[in-house]
């Protein structure tokens, strides 16, 4: 068990939970808290978030696991503002059953808009802005792959991008002529040579710890206009490009013409703020190659949440999207 946080020196007499909420993967609880004593800084309600009864919890994806362990150390070491406050968290490997105590931002703050509605371009640029302060926060930090994260090497890149190749076959088989043929022909050149892609990571230079789902769904937004935004949902951080992260909020969600409007303005407002919080070396050109990397990157999701059940739904428009991304870039010469 990892205690992340403190509830003050009041004890908490009784506790009442809320009607649980089931997301996606995940259940959330509310619970508001009593106190006997001193308590005046203690929070009156918290959030727990456990795992989803009845979801199989076995296969390449061990959901809830990362999560718990950012939470232990990243966070800790993030400054303060920019993801939710944990004040408790437990992993348990033998059962794959975990919690999180995190603080609950319900009354402060609110999902941007109702699924898949994208918010309006200044609420965007906050967003963006959230993500650099972030990434920023720990751009080349000497923590990287040593006290936070794990720095893979090429072997282990190729043997992942095999697993992920596999999934890919199961997927189109399973897709049949759903799948084009073009699209097949993009894969399939993608995963001959993924390795070209990847080979700009391992450089580990202009790296910084990555959300990995940072839609904009995932982002508690101040009810009160301030910039106090809040990501969550930390369970595929990883470390890699900051490009991922964006071009999974653009590419990945927004159709062609919104991206195609608000896409460069949001990169140029993004690698301003990266200057602003301290990176250096890292010019807006190299911005914009490595977001073409990460648009490529963008491919392996269909798949991937396709062969751990995430529903068509959720999928199948990502194809349209990130192939389209890819075309208005011109990524297909990163390929070599």
Known sequence: MQRCG?????????????????????????LQLTYEGAADAAPRSLILKIALPGRASDGPFVQ?????????????????????????????????QWH????????????????????????????????????????????????????????TVRQTMQQYAGAYE?????????????????????FASAHRVQARVLTWRNVTLV???????????????????????????????????????????????RRRQFERPLLDHYHR??????????DRAALAEDYRRSVLMQLLLPPLQWSVGIPPWVWWHHIERITAAVDDLDCRPLLG
């Not at 088989?173 to 022909?185: C, F, V």
Request: net charge negative; glycine share 6%; with cysteine.
């Open 100 to 155: 999180l105590l995190l603080e609950d931002l319900t009354d402060t703050h609110e999902i941007a808009t109702q699924w898949p509605l994208p918010p309006d371009e200044a609420l965007c640029r906050r967003m963006v802005q959230t993500l650099a302060r972030f990434h920023a926060a720990w751009w080349d930090h000497p923590w990287l792959g040593r006290e936070i994260g794990t720095r893979v090497d090429a072997e």
């Open 273 to 282: 703020a990266l200057l602003a919080h301290g990176v250096q070396d890292y």
């Open 6 to 30: 403190v509830l003050g020196d009041g004890r908490v007499v009784s506790v009442e939970a809320e009607a649980p909420r089931d997301q996606l993967v995940s259940r959330i609880v509310r």
């Open 211 to 257: 959300h990995g789902d940072a839609h904009v769904w995932n982002c508690f937004v101040p009810k009160d206009g301030s910039d106090d935004l809040r990501y969550f949902d930390w369970d595929t951080w990883r470390i890699g490009l900051g490009t991922g992260d964006l071009a999974y909020m653009i590419a990945t969600h927004w159709y062609p013409e």
């Open 170 to 190: 199961r997927f189109a088989d399973h897709l049949g002529d759903r799948l084009s043929r073009e699209r097949r022909q993009l894969y399939d050149r993608f």
């Open 64 to 96: 809830g696991e990362r999560e718990v362990a950012f939470y232990a150390k990243a966070a800790l070491a993030t400054p303060a503002g920019l993801v939710p406050r944990c004040f408790d968290s437990a992993w348990e490997p033998e059962s794959r």
